[in-house]
Every structure is written in C-alpha cells, then in structure tokens.
C-alpha cells in the first residue's frame, strides 16, 4: 500500500493560525487591508523555485508590474505597523528595510513568467482557495464594551490617509466613519463598531465599498440627524 506524501509546512512562525494546503504544502494566509497577498518566500516555496529567480524575474521585467496592481511596496511605518501584528511576528527579518507582498494578480505575473507546469497547477489552486476569499478578522471580544484609543487607531490613519490621498477635509471622512458606525464621536463607538468600520475602511480603501454601506451610512445619517435618507447625497458628502 503506496504511502500519502507528507504534508510540507512553509517556513513560517508557529501562531500563524490560519493556514491553506495548496498541493502537499500548508501555507499561512496573509492579509492586507483586506485583500490576500503573498510574499516571496511563500511563491517560491509553492512555485518550486528559489526566492532569488522571482526577484530576477521581477527585476527584469519591473515595467510588466504595477505598485498597489501587482504588488504593494512596505516600508517605514506601513512596514513596522505589519510586523507588529500579533500573527505576522517572525515573517519578516527584524532588520527588513522595506518588504513586498504579492497579489492574486503578481502571483499570476509570476507563474506566467517561470512557465513550469508546477507553477500553473500551483497558481490555478491558489486561484480556488488561496485568493478566492477576503480575509475576515476575528471575531471581537466584548464587543459590546466601549473601545480604546487602540481600538480606534486604524480609524485614524485610515482618515489621515485618506485626506493626504484624496486632498479631503479631515471633518469629513471623520463624520463619513462615525456615520457608518452610528455614532456622533470616535470615543462613543464600541468595539464591535470600530470593528465594522475598519472592515469598511479596507473596503472603501481598495474600491470594493458597496450600496449596502452606503444605505447603512444614510439610514445612520437619519437616525442621527433627522436627515432624509438620500443615498446620493451621502455619497457627495466626501466630495462637496
């Protein structure tokens, strides 16, 4: 009786909890901001390759991929702030001066550029499991409690971004965020609200906000202020 082939284990920290087996090999999932990514170490081990082909090939072909397309470039604070959390400690080499995490589409760039039957399979997989979901967070615990000034950091500098990108009014996207949570000030939301708006912060920040946030945040504004629930004009709110 012909044994199964043992599972490999990618070389990865010991609390990375939430893991996929793509072929033999289990690999942690990655997230950021909401959509799945990848490193390289993860590639070359499910690619069957060496970290140093897809960095050449990435090199020699830097015109083929496109920043925040392809990849996303960490560095500085972007870059602290990911290894700091609680399942990425270990992934990334303390003295790492910038790090890069590959998309569903830079993985795709990647298989196509090896051209290995391993690579397709591979990818194909990926396609069906791997990248097929959005990350979720974890369930929050007491979520009925009032949150923290730590709980309510990602809202934050997901509003300061947002007015360095965008060229907004801070009060804005502050009112837009408080509005979605239901709240009149960061400080009242609890944690299960600064929850469900930073999802719709990851959301808002990669283009996949939907109607139902919007009708939430109208439906809020009404509650709140007695407005006529008008989903366009809520949705100039960030632009008038």
């Not at 990618?10 to 033999?24: A, E, K, R, S, W």
């Not at 000030?185 to 959301?203: I, L, N, P, Y």
């Not at 808002?204 to 008008?230: E, M, V, Y």
């Amino acid at each position: 009786m012909q044994s199964k082939p043992k599972k490999k284990t990618t070389n990865t920290p010991q609390n990375m909890t939430h893991t996929i087996t793509i072929g033999t090999i289990a690999t942690p999932v990655i997230g950021y901001k909401g959509q799945r990514v990848c490193t390289t170490q993860q590639l070359a081990e499910l690619y069957g390759c060496t970290e140093k082909n897809l960095s050449v090939n990435f090199e020699n072909n830097r015109n083929r991929f496109e920043e925040g397309k392809h990849f996303i470039k960490l560095q500085n604070d972007d870059l602290k702030e990911f290894k700091n959390q609680p399942n990425i400690v270990g992934l990334v080499a303390k003295r790492a001066a910038h790090l890069i995490l590959w998309t569903e589409r830079g993985a795709a760039r990647h298989a196509k550029m090896l051209e290995t039957d391993q690579a397709w399979d591979v990818f194909e997989q990926m396609e069906d499991s791997y990248f097929a979901q959005m990350l979720t967070r974890a369930p929050v615990v007491d979520g009925h409690e009032r949150s923290t000034k730590h709980d309510r950091l990602p809202l934050y500098h997901f509003a300061i971004d947002t007015v360095v990108k965008h060229h907004l009014m801070f009060n804005k996207v502050y009112t837009l965020l408080n509005l979605f949570a239901g709240s009149y000030c960061f400080k009242d939301m609890s944690k299960e609200q600064t929850a469900e708006v930073a999802d719709f912060c990851d959301r808002f920040a990669l283009g996949q906000d939907t109607r139902n946030d919007w009708q939430r945040i109208t439906s809020n504004q009404a509650k709140l202020h007695g407005t006529p629930p008008q989903l366009d004009m809520v949705e100039k709110l960030l632009f008038s």
